[in-house]
């Protein structure tokens, strides 16, 4: 059997590499489980019946309840979720502050998507005046996606963002207000509403630890096929020297 020498600069970028490689490749199956586990939930909990405003706070975990809503808007201060294509056009998701009587707390709502093609022009929209029943389930985004910068505070209303954070809201308003976004379900005072449960499937997860395994297993096989072949080039040098030398 051929002698296994690699040399130690391939051995280090290997030793160095190939770990994290598989890392990586095990988060994006992670990453999976946790998506699946997050739709399961979801078909789960949309079959449930719902439950009132007054009853979130105490769920815990309210991802993608089903609530029962019955209050006003808050029209003059409204939030615009910039950076949201629907078709390839560019567009805005319309957030309102909602209070509910029954509860007497405040829930941000995102009444769904407006279409902005020109940014020069305001973003039209319509809120209604009089006390409206509605619809709605608890988004829970994964991690920190949403943030209310500080310097997003500032100006008119509505504030124009790429992202918020409810409670950083309710302290900048003074109200006593649920920690998460509420969206609406098809009916009075919604616009487009086609929200994707998770912006990343389980199977793009799966196509990316498919790659990471690929690269792994690439970096492995050239590592110990550069073992054998250096071996063969060092013997056939050898032999190139030791010819050379008897002549």
């Given at each position: 059997m051929r002698p296994f020498r690699?040399?130690?600069?391939?051995?280090?970028?290997?030793?160095a590499l190939l770990p994290g490689l598989i890392a990586l490749g095990c988060w994006q199956l992670r990453r999976a489980d946790e998506k699946r586990?997050?739709?399961?939930?979801?078909t789960a909990r949309q079959i449930e019946a719902p439950v009132a405003a007054a009853q979130l706070r105490q769920l815990p975990d309210p991802a993608f309840y089903p609530v029962h809503l019955y209050g006003?808007?808050?029209?003059?201060?409204?939030?615009?979720?910039?950076?949201?294509?629907?078709?390839?056009?560019?567009?805005?998701?319309?957030?309102?502050?909602?209070h509910d009587q029954a509860s007497g707390q405040w829930l941000l709502v995102n009444r769904g998507w407006l279409p902005w093609p020109d940014r020069r022009v305001p973003v039209r929209f319509d809120t209604p005046d009089?006390?409206?029943?509605?619809?709605?389930?608890?988004?829970?985004?994964p991690g920190k996606t949403f943030?209310?910068?500080?310097?997003s505070t500032e100006g008119q209303w509505p504030?124009?963002?790429?992202?918020?954070?409810?409670?950083?809201l309710w302290q900048q308003l003074g109200r006593d207000g649920f920690a998460h976004e509420l969206?609406?379900?098809?009916?009075?005072?919604?616009?487009?509403?086609?929200?994707?449960?998770?912006?990343?499937?389980?199977?793009?997860?799966?196509?990316?630890?498919?790659?990471?395994?690929?690269?792994?297993t690439a970096l492995l096989l050239l590592y110990l096929y550069f073992g054998w072949h250096h071996n063969d080039k060092e013997n056939r040098h050898g032999r190139r020297h030791e010819s050379a030398a008897r002549t």
């Open positions: 690699p040399g130690w600069i391939p051995t280090l970028v290997v030793l586990a997050l739709l399961d939930t979801y006003r808007f808050d029209a003059e201060h409204s939030l615009l979720l910039d950076n949201q294509l629907r078709d390839g056009r560019p567009g805005v998701e319309l957030l309102q502050p909602f009089q006390p409206l029943a509605l619809e709605a389930s608890v988004y829970v985004a943030q209310l910068h500080p310097d504030h124009l963002l790429t992202a918020i954070e409810p409670t950083a969206r609406l379900q098809p009916g009075p005072a919604s616009y487009r509403l086609d929200w994707p449960v998770v912006a990343m499937g389980p199977e793009k997860h799966l196509g990316y630890a498919v790659q990471w395994f690929a690269l792994a």
